[in-house]
C-alpha cells in the first residue's frame, strides 16, 4: 500500500520498526495526544516538529521544541528542506527516517540481505528495461547560473559527476568571488541529479534560506543560491528537469538510457572503457547468497546501467574508490570497490571479510550511489558502525576520507574502516581559490552577508577585509576578536600582500598568490611536528632528551611512560604552554614558538583538575565559558546552539539542568572536556584525564576520546592507565629522563617490547602494555638512554618520525628557543564586557551555593552579637562623660574596624584559589587580567557594603552612638572601606595561597598584624601603625564620634605635665577646658565627670569677718630725769657788788630755767604714766582678742581645707583618666569643632584605606600575573 504524502520509519526510540504514513499536506508530531503523530514521551514537546509538503517539496520544521529536531545528525531551526532517506532525530529519544510515494517498493535500511537481494532483482528487471530500445529523453537536466548583474548561463547535464566552482577546470565555471574554486559537484542520480557541496567551500549552498550541510536531490524549477539575497555577488542555481521527466526525478524515477549530450566544455569523466569491473579486485560472493543472490549478469558483457554507467566513467579517468581495513594487532587490508553492492562480515560469503570477533556474520553492506558509495548497516550487527563518534543506524553517504569504526567493550578489538575515493580527492585536494575579477574588495567573516563566509565560533561576524589596489593586494583587520595574522604575526590596521604571504583568520587559512588567494580549512587537519625537542632546567639536568614525533591529523595519540619520563613536560611543550629549551613545534608548518597566537585558539587543552565550577549546571558552565571564548558578535541563539552541540557530543544534553557537583568524576571531566570543545579547536591536550576514575568511567572516556578524534580533532592524552590504551592511534612511551623509547601504534609496541621478554613469561601471558614498564624497569636490558637508542634503529622510527619529518634536518644540533617578541595581544572580548561576564558567573555561583551564600549573609548578624554581649556587659551609654568610659569606647570601636576586616578576610580567603587551574586555563584563552580580579573585587565590594551597614546598623542599636545621621553615615563608610580592605586582604590571601587549604592560615597571618599593630592594643610609633588598615578606621571612628575632641581642641593640653601642674585655679579656670574644674564642668570627654561632686560647683568657703589682732607695743621707757643746769658759782668775792648782783642775777635765771625743767618734766612723767596705763590695758585685754582671731581662723582653714580637698577628689580623677590615656593615644583625638582638622582627618583616613586596597589590589594583580603560563 502506498501513501500518498510519505512515511516515516522508526530507527530508534519505541516502537522501532514501526512506520507513520503522513496523514496530509502538513503533519504535526509531538507529545499532545491532539497532535497527528502522537508520542508520549516527556523529551518530546507537546507540538515538536512539522513535517509538510509545499507542492514543489517537503519540509520539516521544528516548533520551538526543547530539546531539538535534528536532519542528520545538523539541529535545524525554521523550516528546512527534507529528502527521501533523511534521518529526523526528536532530541535525543526518537529517531525516524523519510520515505516518499514511488512506483516501486524501496528498501529499508534495516531490511536486511532479503531485502536488499529483492532489489537487487528487481534492478536486473530495470537493466532489461534499459536495453530495450525507446526514444531518448527530448533534452538532458539543464542548469541556469546567475551571477548579480549578469545574464543567466544555462549548462546541459550530461556527464556523471559535474564539478562547479570558479577555477577553469571545473565542468561549469562560475565567475564570481563568493564562488570556491571547487565549490559543489553535480552527481547523477537515475535520470537526476543530487547536488553535493564541497567540505572546502568558502561559503554555503542555500535552499529555503537554510545552508545545505550535506547532498540534496535536485527537483525541476528548484532554486539554490550562494551568498546572500540581495548580495551584489549573489549567485542563483535553478535546476530544470529533463522535458517529461516527473519533477523530482532521481533515484525514485525510472531509469532511462541517455544520449549523451556534449556539455559546455570537454568533461574529464567521458572517457570510453570497456569494462573496468575486469580489473577490479573484490573478493567473489557465492552463488545463492549475499547481495547478488538470484541476480543474473547483464546480456552483452558491457552492457550496464546508467548509474553503473556513470561510475565506471569515474572509475576508469580516476581510479575506483578503495576501503581500507584495519584489525587492530593485525596488517591492513585494502579492498577495491568495483560491485553495485558489496556485503561486509565476518562470515567467509561476504565481500569483505573481517575476521573479527566485534564483527557479525553480516554486519552492513555498501550500495553505489552515483559514482559514490552508501554504507548501509544491518540490524542484526551486534556491534554498532561509529561515524564521527556516533553509531550509524541508516544508509550514510561515504566521502572521501571518512573514517568509520567498529568497536566492542574490548579496546583491544577494534576495527576501523577508510574510505579512500580519487574522484573526490581530485576536488577535496584542490584548494579553493578566490580571485578579484568581478569586486576589488572581499570582506571575510562568520556574518552570512560577508563575500567569503567563514563558519568557525572564533571568527567574527566580520573579520577582516582584503582589498585589490592596482596590482597590489592589502588586508585590513575590522578589529576582529581573535586577530588577523600574516605569516604568524597579528596585524593590527592594515597590512600589504605579497606572493605566497599566508593569512590566517581562526582555523581558516589563505595564501596569497599572483593575482588570488588559496583557501585552506585547518579545523579539522591539524598536523603537529615535534623536532629534536630538549628541556633544559639547569646546566645539568635535561628531562626531555631531543624528542621528534609527528602526529598526523584526527589522529589519537596516548602519552605514557615511566615516574620522571616528562610525560606533562612533553605535552606542555608541544601545547606551546611551557616551551621547550632547544627544538622547534610546528603545527601545519605554523612556529608554535614564535607565533603562538596565530593558533591559539586551534589548541585545547584540559588540566588533570577539572576546569569548571560544579556550583553551576552543565548548561550554565559551558554558556559563561562560551561567552568568554566565543566573539561578542555571537548571539545568543548560536552561543546556545553550539553548546547544545557540545553537550550531545559528550553525551550530556540529557542532564543540562544538572547541577556539576552531582555528577559523577567522569560527566565532571566530560564537562571540562566540553568547555575546551566550545570553539572546535583542531588540536586537543588531557592531562591524566582519566585520574581518579574508576576502570568503567575511565574506559568511558577514553572512547569518547576515540569519538572526538574521529570527528577531525588530534588528541593528545597523558596518562598513567594503560588498559585502553588500544584505542589509540599511536602511543609514546617515556622512559625515565625523558627519552623516548616508543612512538607507534600500540599494537606494535606490544611486539616490539614482546621480544625482550623471556620465553617462559610469552607462554604464561599475553603481552599487556604494563608488562612494558616492568621491562623498562629491568636494568639488565639496558638504561632509559639506551631505549632510545634502540628505538632510533627500529623501523618504528623511521616510518612514524623520520620518513614524515623528512623534509626536516633531524640530525642537525637542535636550536636554542627564541621565541619571537609578540606583540600586546588584544583578547576576544572587551574588559567591560568580560568583567559583565565574569561578574555574573561570580553571582551565579554565589546563588548556587546556598550554604555558602546563607552562611556569607549571616556571618554579619552572627558577628553583630558580640557588640550585644558587650552592650549588655559594658553598659549602653559608652560615651556619657558620668557613666562612660574612654577604654570601652576605643576598645568597642577598635572591635568595630576588627570584624570588618577580620570577617572580609575569612569570606574571600578562597575565591581565587579555588579556581586557580580554571583562572590559568581561561587566561591561556583570553581571559584579561584586570576584569576577572575586578570580578572579584566587585562581588566583595557588594558584601562589604551589606557587611558593614549590618555593623554600624547593630552598633547604632546596642549603644548610644553620638551624633548625627551624618556621624552614621560618616561611620558607614568608614567601616567599608575597612571592611573592603579586609576583603582584599583575603583576596590577597588567595592570591597567595598555592592551594584551599593553606588559604585561611595566611589569612590568619595577614589578620593579626592587623589587630596587634593597629596602635589600638598599645600605643605604637606611628610608622607602625601606619600599614594596617584597623588603624586607620579606628582613627576614623574616633575622629567621627568626637571622642576627645574638647581635648584635643584644650590648649593646655599641649602643655607638659610639670607646666600643667604649675598653672594656679585661676588660669585652668580661664584658659582650659579639660584641666581643673572644667574637666567636671566644660570638658566632653567619656567617663571624665565619673568623679564629679557638688563641690566643684560650690563657691569656697568665706573667710573670718575679723581682722587678726594687733599684738600691744611695750610701754615706752620712763623718761629719764631731767639734767639741770649747773649752779651758778657764788663769787669768790661776796664783797664784790658788781660780782654779786651777776651772781644773784644768774642764779635767778638758774632758778627759773630748774623751774621750767622740772615743770617739763613733771608733765612728761604724768604722759608717760597715762600711756603705760593704757598699753597695759591693751596688753590685758590682747590674749583674749588672738585667741577668738586664732579660733576663727582654724575653722575657716578647716572648711577651706574640706573644700578644696574635695573639688581635687573630683577634679584629680578626672585630669588623671586623660592624663593616663593622652600620652600614647592623643593621636585618635581630633577637634570636631576646627572643620579643617576634623576633615582632614577622616579625610587622610579614608585616603589611606582607599591606598592599602590599591595597594592590595595591585598586589593581587602582580600575584596573578606571575601564575600566568609562558605565553
Request: charged fraction near 20%; charge should be negative; include cysteine.
Amino acid at each position: 500500500m502506498q501513501t500518498q504524502y510519505g512515511k516515516l520509519v522508526v530507527l530508534a526510540g519505541t516502537n522501532v520498526g514501526e512506520s507513520y504514513d503522513l496523514p496530509g499536506p502538513e503533519t504535526i508530531i509531538g507529545r499532545d495526544p491532539t497532535v497527528d503523530i502522537a508520542i508520549p514521551l516527556g523529551s518530546i514537546s507537546r507540538r515538536h516538529t512539522r513535517i509538510g509538503f509545499d507542492g514543489q517539496r517537503y519540509f520539516v520544521e521544528d516548533l520551538a521544541s526543547s530539546n531539538g529536531t535534528f536532519l542528520n545528525g545538523q539541529r535545524i531551526s525554521g523550516r528546512v528542506a527534507l529528502n527521501p532517506g533523511d534521518r529526523i532525530d526528536l532530541g535525543q529519544s526518537v529517531s525516524f527516517t523519510f520515505s516518499v510515494p514511488m512506483a516501486a517498493t524501496a528498501v529499508s535500511p534495516q531490511a536486511g540481505l532479503g531485502a536488499a537481494a529483492t532489489q537487487m532483482e528487481m534492478s536486473a528487471t530495470m537493466m532489461q528495461e534499459v536495453r530495450q530500445p525507446g526514444p531518448p529523453p527530448a533534452e538532458p537536466p539543464r542548469l541556469s547560473v546567475t551571477v548579480a548583474g549578469q545574464p543567466a548561463q544555462t549548462y546541459p547535464l550530461t556527464g556523471p559527476v559535474l564539478a562547479l566552482g570558479r577555477a577553469d577546470d571545473n565542468d561549469i565555471v562560475v565567475r564570481a568571488p563568493i564562488v570556491s574554486r571547487y565549490h559543489a559537484r553535480l552527481v547523477k542520480v537515475g535520470a537526476g541529479y543530487e547536488l553535493q557541496p564541497l567540505p572546502q567551500a568558502s561559503n554555503p549552498v542555500i535552499i529555503g534560506g537554510q545552508p545545505l550541510s550535506g547532498a540534496h536531490l535536485l527537483r525541476d524549477g528548484e532554486q539554490l543560491q550562494i551568498g546572500q539575497p540581495g548580495s551584489p555577488s549573489t549567485v542563483l542555481l535553478t535546476y530544470h528537469a529533463p522535458a517529461g521527466a516527473p519533477a523530482g526525478a532521481g533515484a525514485e524515477a525510472t531509469i532511462r538510457a541517455a544520449t549523451p549530450e556534449a556539455t559546455h566544455r570537454a568533461p574529464v569523466y567521458t572517457q570510453k572503457i570497456d569494462n573496468v569491473l575486469d580489473d577490479v579486485g573484490t573478493m567473489p560472493v557465492p552463488a545463492g547468497t549475499g547481495v547478488g543472490a538470484g541476480m543474473s549478469a547483464p546480456a552483452g558483457g558491457g552492457m550496464h546501467t546508467m548509474m553503473e554507467s556513470d561510475f565506471l566513467q569515474s572509475a576508469a579517468a580516476l581510479g575506483p574508490p578503495q576501503l581500507d581495513v584495519v584489525i587492530a594487532g593485525a596488517t591492513p587490508q585494502t579492498y577495491t570497490l568495483g560491485k553495485a553492492r558489496m556485503t561486509i562480515g565476518r562470515a567467509q560469503d561476504n565481500d569483505i571479510v573481517i575476521p573479527s570477533p566485534i564483527v557479525s556474520r553480516h554486519h552492513a553492506y555498501l550500495e553505489r550511489v552515483g559514482t559514490s558509495y552508501q554504507l548501509v548497516p544491518l540490524a542484526e550487527a551486534s556491534n554498532p558502525v561509529m561515524f564521527a563518534g556516533r553509531p550509524l543506524t541508516s544508509a550514510h553517504r561515504l566521502q572521501h576520507k571518512d573514517l568509520l569504526r567498529i568497536g566492542g567493550q574490548d579496546p583491544g578489538s577494534m576495527v576501523t574502516l577508510n574510505y579512500r575515493s580519487p574522484t573526490e580527492a581530485r576536488e577535496v585536494e584542490a584548494a579553493p581559490a578566490i580571485d578579484f575579477s568581478q569586486k576589488n574588495l572581499l570582506t571575510f567573516g562568520r556574518d552570512a552577508n560577508n563575500d567569503i563566509v567563514l563558519t568557525a565560533p572564533t571568527v567574527s561576524g566580520f573579520h577582516a577585509q582584503i582589498e585589490r589596489v592596482g596590482q597590489r593586494y592589502r588586508v585590513r583587520d575590522l578589529r576582529s576578536s581573535n586577530g588577523t595574522f600574516v605569516n604568524g604575526e597579528r596585524i593590527e590596521g592594515e597590512v600589504w600582500l605579497k606572493p605566497n604571504d599566508n593569512v590566517r583568520m581562526g582555523s581558516f587559512r589563505f595564501v596569497m598568490g599572483q593575482d588570488q588567494l588559496a583557501q585552506y580549512d585547518d579545523s579539522g587537519g591539524l598536523r603537529v611536528e615535534t623536532i629534536g625537542v630538549n628541556k633544559w632546567v639547569r646546566k645539568d639536568l635535561n628531562i626531555l632528551q631531543n624528542i621528534s614525533l609527528v602526529f598526523q591529523p584526527r589522529e589519537f595519540i596516548v602519552v605514557v611512560g615511566q615516574s620522571g619520563g616528562g610525560k606533562t613536560t612533553l605535552v606542555d611543550a608541544i601545547a606551546g604552554y611551557r616551551p621547550a629549551t632547544h627544538g622547534q613545534v610546528r603545527v601545519n608548518n605554523i612556529d608554535v614558538y614564535r607565533s603562538f597566537d596565530a593558533i591559539r585558539n586551534d589548541i585545547g587543552y584540559v588540566p588533570q583538575k577539572d576546569i569548571i565550577h560544579t556550583e553551576l549546571t552543565i548548561f550554565q558552565a559551558l554558556d559563561y565559558a562560551a561567552q568568554l571564548r566565543m566573539p561578542p558578535d555571537t548571539t545568543k541563539a548560536e552561543r546556545h546552539q553550539r553548546v547544545q552541540e557540545v553537550m550531545e557530543d559528550l553525551d550530556l544534553a540529557h542532564r543540562k539542568d544538572t547541577q556539576i557537583s552531582r555528577l559523577s568524576g567522569g560527566q565532571q571531566k566530560r564537562v571540562s572536556i566540553g568547555v575546551e570543545l566550545l570553539t572546535s579547536p583542531g588540536l586537543f591536550f588531557l592531562d591524566e584525564p582519566t585520574s581518579g576514575l574508576d576502570p568503567g568511567t575511565e574506559t568511558a572516556l577514553m572512547q569518547l576520546m576515540r569519538r572526538l578524534a574521529d570527528q577531525g580533532r588530534t588528541i593528545v592524552l597523558i596518562t598513567h592507565a594503560t588498559k585502553n590504551v588500544m584505542l589509540a592511534d599511536k602511543v609514546v612511551f617515556l622512559a625515565r629522563g625523558g627519552h623516548l623509547a616508543w612512538f607507534g601504534p600500540p599494537d606494535e609496541a606490544l611486539a616490539y617490547f614482546d621480544q625482550y621478554r623471556t620465553d617462559r613469561e610469552r607462554r604464561a601471558r599475553e603481552m599487556e602494555f604494563d608488562e612494558i614498564y616492568a621491562i623498562l624497569e629491568n636494568e639488565s636490558l639496558g638504561k632509559a638512554a639506551d631505549w632510545g637508542e634502540r628505538f632510533k634503529e627500529h623501523p618504528a622510527y623511521q616510518q612514524y618520525v623520520a620518513e614524515p619529518l623528512a623534509h626536516r634536518d633531524l640530525a642537525a644540533q637542535p636550536e636554542n628557543v627564541v621565541a619571537a617578541p609578540q606583540p600586546k595581544r588584544k583578547r576576544q572580548v572587551s574588559s567591560l564586557r568580560q568583567l559583565k561576564i565574569l561578574s555574573a558567573r561570580n553571582l551565579r555561583i554565589l546563588t548556587r551555593d546556598r550554604f555558602s551564600l546563607l552562611l556569607m549573609l549571616a556571618a554579619a548578624p552572627i558577628v553583630s552579637m558580640l557588640d550585644v554581649i558587650l552592650s549588655l556587659a559594658l553598659g549602653r551609654n559608652l560615651f556619657d562623660v558620668r557613666e562612660g568610659s574612654i577604654q570601652n569606647v576605643m576598645i568597642t570601636l577598635f572591635l568595630l574596624s576588627v570584624y570588618g576586616v577580620m570577617v572580609g578576610g575569612l569570606a574571600q580567603m578562597r575565591e581565587i584559589v579555588k579556581e586557580q587551574d580554571i583562572y590559568k586555563r581561561e587566561r591561556l584563552v583570553n581571559l584579561r587580567l584586570f576584569p576577572y580580579i575586578l570580578s572579584k573585587v566587585w562581588v566583595a565590594a557588594l558584601l562589604a557594603l551589606y557587611q558593614s551597614f549590618v555593623y554600624v546598623f547593630v552598633h547604632y542599636l546596642v549603644f548610644n552612638m553620638p551624633g548625627s545621621w551624618l556621624e552614621f553615615g560618616l561611620i558607614y563608610i568608614t567601616l567599608t572601606l575597612a571592611t573592603m580592605s579586609g576583603m582584599m586582604l583575603g583576596l590577597f590571601a588567595s592570591a597567595v595561597a598555592p592551594n584551599s587549604n593553606s588559604a585561611p592560615l595566611i589569612v590568619v597571618l595577614l589578620v593579626l598584624p592587623q589587630i596587634v599593630l593597629a596602635g589600638a592594643l598599645v600605643p605604637l610609633p606611628g610608622f607602625v601603625t601606619g600599614v594596617t588598615s584597623t588603624r586607620w578606621a579606628y582613627q576614623g571612628f574616633m575622629a567621627i564620634t568626637g571622642a576627645g575632641s574638647d581635648v584635643a581642641a584644650d590648649a593646655c593640653w599641649t602643655l607638659s605635665e610639670e607646666e600643667q601642674k604649675a598653672l594656679t585655679t585661676e588660669q585652668k579656670v580661664t584658659n582650659c577646658r579639660c584641666l581643673g574644674p572644667n574637666v567636671l564642668r566644660e570638658c566632653n570627654f567619656p567617663g571624665v565627670a565619673a568623679s564629679y561632686s557638688s563641690v566643684v560647683d560650690q563657691p569656697p568657703p568665706s573667710p573670718p569677718d575679723m581682722e587678726e589682732p594687733q599684738r600691744p607695743p611695750n610701754p615706752p621707757p620712763e623718761p629719764a630725769r631731767p639734767e639741770f643746769p649747773p649752779q651758778p658759782v657764788r663769787p669768790a668775792d661776796e664783797a664784790d657788788t658788781i660780782a654779786q648782783a651777776e651772781y644773784f642775777d644768774a642764779l635767778e635765771k638758774w632758778q627759773a630755767e630748774v623751774e621750767e625743767i622740772q615743770s617739763a618734766f613733771d608733765e612728761e612723767l604724768e604722759s608717760w604714766r597715762a600711756e603705760v596705763a593704757i598699753i597695759q590695758a591693751q596688753a590685758d585685754a590682747y590674749p583674749d582678742q588672738l585667741n577668738a582671731y586664732i579660733e576663727a581662723q582654724r575653722n575657716y582653714q578647716e572648711q577651706l581645707a574640706l573644700y578644696e580637698a574635695s573639688r581635687a577628689a573630683a577634679i584629680l580623677p578626672a585630669e588623671e583618666t586623660i592624663r593616663t590615656i593622652y600620652p600614647g593615644f592623643s593621636w585618635t583625638f581630633t577637634n570636631k569643632e576646627d572643620p579643617a582638622a576634623y576633615w582632614g582627618v577622616i579625610g587622610r583616613a579614608w585616603a589611606a584605606l582607599g591606598l592599602v586596597n590599591l595597594i592590595l589590589f595591585v598586589a593581587i594583580v602582580i600575584l596573578q600575573k606571575r601564575k600566568d603560563v609562558t605565553k
